[in-house]
C-alpha cells in the first residue's frame, strides 16, 4: 500500500492548499507465497435430461443423472431391478438365437452332406452308364457293319433274284389262261416300292418279302401310311406297324395251322384281326405318342397251298384306312383290268358313318375339308387311341389267283388320289407292251413317276407310294423251271442262314429313299 504524502509548508503567504485526491490504489502484487485464489462460479443448475429408453445391448451404458454440483444421483432400486431383468431378457434372447442359428447350421450342415452323397451316388451312376453307353456305342457299330453287310448281301440276293427271273422268262414265257395246256402252272413273284415325300414330311412305310421256303405263306406285301399333327408320330406308327404286322401275321397263321390242319381253311378275319390289335397293342406302350396319331394298312399275303406238281395259289388281304390295293388281270393278250382288293374306310361312307354315330363318336362336316369322324377323315386305323370309334378292324377279302392275274398294285392315298384304277391299268398295259419283261423295280418307278407329274396341277399334296408286284406263271412241271427254282431255293436259303442278316429287316425287298432310312423295330423306352 502506498505511503500518504503530507504537503511541505511554505513560506510567504500561505495559500489554502486543496487537500489533493487521494490516489488510487496501486495494484496488489501478488504474494509469492500465496496462490492466486479460483474465480468463484456461478452455481449452474443442470437441464433436465430427456429420459432414454431402456438400453437394449449389452455394454450400453445409462446417462447418470446429476445433481446441480455435480453429484451422481443415486438410482432407485427399482429402476437396477428393472434393468436388470431387461438385460436378463436381453441375454435369454441371444441365447435363443445362437442356439436356434446352430441347430439351423447343423440342419444345413446335414443337408450338405446328403447332397454331396447324392451326387458322388449319381456320379457313380454316370460312370456305371457311360460305361454301359460305350459298351452299346461298340455294339451299335458292330450291329451297324452287320447290317450293311446285310443289305450287301441282300442286294446280291436280289440281283440273283433278277437274273434267275429273266432266265426264266426266256426258258418258260408266261402263259395266259386260255391257252391252257393242262399242265399246272407255278407262280413266281416279285416285288418292288417306289416312293416320294412330294414336298411333305415322309410318313409312309412298305413291305414286302417273298419266300421260296416251304412255310404256306410265299409272300407278304404292305404300305403304311401313318399321319399325325407333328408329321412324327405318325412316321413312328407306321414304322411299328410295317416292323411287327407281318410278324403278328405268321405268328397268328401258324397258331390257327396247329389247330384246323390245312392253309386252306384258315379263317381269314381272325388271321388278319388278331394281327391287327396285336400290333396296336403294342402302340398302346407309347400311348402318350399315339393318342392323336395313327396308321393306315394295306396288307396281302399270298398262301401256297395243294402239292408241289399241282400248286395252287390264294391271295388274302386286309385293310383299314384309305390305302388301297388293285389286283390286274388280263385275258390272253388284252389289256389289263383292275379288280379291287380292299375297301376304303372314309368319313364319306353312309356305312361307316352311322357306324362310328352309334359308337358315339361325332360326325360333323368341316368348311374346306368335308366330312369328318371326331376330326379324322378315315374311320378305321392302327392308333388315333383318343377316338375309340376308330377301330382297327381290318375289311378282308380273299382271291384265287389264276395264270390270267399278272399284277397287285398297292399304294398309299397319294398315289390313288391322282391315279385312278383304269389308268394304272392302261399304264401297266403300256409298259408290257413297251418292254416286255421290264424290271418290277422300273414298273414301279414308273408308276411313281405318272402320279408325280399329275401333281403339278393338283391342289394338295401328299406323301406317294406305290408297291408294285409282278405275277409270273411257268410250267410246273418243266424240267428246267424245276431246276431253275430250286437254285433259287438253295440261293435264298443260303442267303437267310448267313450269320450277318437281319430276320425281319433283310428279307423284305422293299426299296427305301436315301433321306428316309428304314429304322429297326422301336423297343418301348426304358429308363
Not at 197 to 202: D, I, L, S, V
Request: glycine residues 6%.
Amino acid at each position: 500500500t502506498a505511503r500518504p504524502t503530507t504537503a511541505r509548508p511554505t513560506t510567504g503567504p500561505t495559500t489554502t492548499i486543496r487537500p489533493t485526491t487521494t490516489t488510487r490504489p496501486t495494484t496488489t502484487t501478488r504474494p509469492t507465497t500465496a496462490t492466486r485464489p479460483t474465480t468463484t462460479t456461478r452455481p449452474t443448475t443442470a437441464r433436465p435430461t430427456a429420459t432414454t429408453r431402456p438400453a437394449t445391448a449389452i455394454g450400453v451404458r445409462k446417462p447418470v443423472k446429476t445433481s446441480p454440483a455435480g453429484a451422481r444421483l443415486k438410482t432407485p432400486p427399482s429402476a437396477v431391478a428393472e434393468l436388470r431383468g431387461q438385460l436378463s431378457e436381453v441375454q435369454q434372447a441371444l441365447c435363443a438365437a445362437v442356439q436356434h442359428d446352430k441347430l439351423q447350421a447343423e440342419t444345413h450342415r446335414q443337408e450338405i452332406e446328403a447332397i454331396n452323397m447324392r451326387i458322388r451316388e449319381q456320379a457313380a451312376k454316370a460312370s456305371e452308364l457311360q460305361v454301359l453307353l460305350d459298351t452299346e456305342r461298340e455294339r451299335a457299330e458292330t450291329l451297324g457293319a452287320q447290317l450293311f453287310d446285310a443289305e450287301q448281301s441282300h442286294a446280291i440276293l436280289q440281283k440273283g433274284h433278277s437274273d434267275l427271273e429273266a432266265r426264266l422268262q426266256q426258258q418258260e414265257p408266261s402263259v395266259p389262261e386260255d391257252n391252257d395246256d393242262g399242265a399246272s402252272r407255278r407262280l413266281l413273284m416279285s416285288a418292288a416300292v417306289s416312293h416320294d415325300r412330294n414336298g411333305r414330311p415322309m410318313e409312309d412305310e412298305a413291305y414286302s418279302s417273298v419266300s421260296e421256303g416251304n412255310h404256306a405263306i410265299k409272300g407278304f406285301f404292305g404300305v403304311y401310311d401313318g399321319h399325325s399333327a407333328d408329321k412324327k408320330a405318325g412316321k413312328k406308327a407306321a414304322m411299328i406297324a410295317r416292323n411287327l404286322l407281318h410278324a403278328h401275321v405268321l405268328q397268328a397263321f401258324d397258331t390257327q395251322l396247329r389247330k384246323r390242319g390245312t392253309a386252306a381253311s384258315i379263317d381269314v378275319a381272325h388271321l388278319f384281326g388278331d394281327s391287327f390289335l396285336a400290333t396296336e397293342d403294342i402302340m398302346r406302350r407309347y400311348s402318350k405318342n399315339f393318342k392323336a396319331a395313327g396308321t393306315t394298312v394295306t396288307c396281302m399275303a399270298v398262301l401256297g397251298t395243294g402239292t408241289s406238281s399241282a400248286p395252287s395259289y390264294i391271295l388274302h388281304s386286309a385293310n383299314v384306312g384309305d390305302s388301297e390295293a388293285f389286283l390286274f388281270s388280263a385275258d390272253s393278250a388284252g389289256p389289263l383290268a383292275p379288280v379291287p382288293l380292299t375297301t376304303p374306310h372314309l368319313a364319306t361312307d353312309e356305312v361307316e358313318q352311322e357306324r362310328a354315330r352309334g359308337a358315339g363318336a361325332d360326325v360333323t362336316t368341316m368348311k374346306g375339308w368335308g366330312t369328318r369322324v371326331n376330326g379324322l377323315q378315315i374311320t378305321r386305323s392302327l392308333g388315333d387311341l383318343d377316338s375309340p370309334q376308330t377301330i382297327p378292324e381290318p375289311s378282308c377279302s380273299s382271291h384265287c389267283l389264276a395264270p390270267r392275274d399278272r399284277w397287285i398294285v398297292a399304294g398309299s392315298d397319294g398315289y390313288w388320289d391322282v391315279m385312278t384304277p383304269t389308268e394304272t391299268a392302261e399304264k401297266l398295259t403300256e409298259l408290257e407292251r413297251a418292254t416286255p419283261g421290264a424290271e418290277t423295280q422300273r414298273v414301279a418307278d414308273a408308276l411313281l413317276a405318272a402320279a408325280l407329274v399329275k401333281y403339278k396341277t393338283h391342289k394338295h399334296k401328299d406323301n406317294v407310294t406305290v408297291l408294285a408286284v409282278r405275277l409270273r406263271w411257268v410250267r410246273a412241271d418243266s424240267t428246267k423251271a424245276k431246276k431253275t427254282a430250286k437254285r433259287l431255293k438253295q440261293i435264298m436259303n443260303a442267303m437267310q442262314n448267313e450269320p450277318l442278316l437281319v430276320p425281319t429287316a433283310t428279307t423284305t425287298t422293299a426299296q427305301v429313299t436315301p433321306e428316309e432310312p428304314a429304322p429297326a423295330t422301336e423297343e418301348p423306352a426304358t429308363e
